[in-house]
C-alpha cells in the first residue's frame, strides 16, 4: 500500500517511497526554523519550513538510490503539521554523524528536507 510520502527531482516525478523499497517514515514538521525574543518580549518565527524523515532502518542499496536525492533541489510530499499532505519544493540533507550499519542495513537513518517551499 502506498506511503503517501514521495520524492523526486521534479514536482512530476515523484515517486512514492514504497516504490523505493521504503516504508513510511517517524517524520517531524516545523513551519520555521528558528525563534527569536523582540525587544518587546513577543517570540518572532524566523526562517523556512523542515521536515525530518527517520526510519529504525533501511537497506543499503536502497539508501544508495535515496542518497541520490542529497543537497538537490527536489520536491516532497509530506505530512505538514495540519497532518494532511503538502507538496513542497526542498533541499534534502543527511546529519554529519556516521550512520550505523548492520547485516546490509542502516540503521537508525534521518534526512532533514530545509527550505520547504509549499507548491500549491
Known amino acids: 500500500m502506498p506511503t503517501g510520502f514521495m ?3 521534479t514536482q512530476n516525478t515523484m515517486t512514492d517511497l514504497e516504490d523505493l523499497g521504503l516504508l513510511e517514515p517517524f517524520w517531524t514538521f516545523a ?3 528558528a525563534s527569536a525574543i523582540t525587544a518587546s518580549g513577543k517570540t518572532v ?16 542499496s536502497t539508501w544508495n538510490n ?5 543537497n ?3 520536491y516532497i510530499r ?3 503539521d ?3 499532505f503538502h507538496v513542497f519544493r526542498a533541499i534534502m540533507a543527511i546529519p554529519e554523524q556516521p550512520m550505523r550499519h548492520e547485516y546490509r542495513h ?6 532533514r528536507f530545509n527550505l520547504l517551499e509549499r507548491i500549491t
Open 82 to 84: 495540519d497532518g494532511q
Open 106 to 111: 542502516k540503521l537508525e537513518v534521518e534526512v
Open 31 to 33: 513551519r520555521h526554523s
Open 45 to 60: 518565527e524566523l526562517g523556512y519550513a523542515n521536515t525530518t524523515w527517520r526510519w529504525a532502518y533501511i537497506p543499503e
Open 66 to 70: 535515496f542518497f541520490g536525492f542529497v
Open 72 to 74: 538537490r533541489d527536489i
Open 7 to 9: 520524492i523526486g527531482l
Open 78 to 80: 509530506t505530512k505538514a
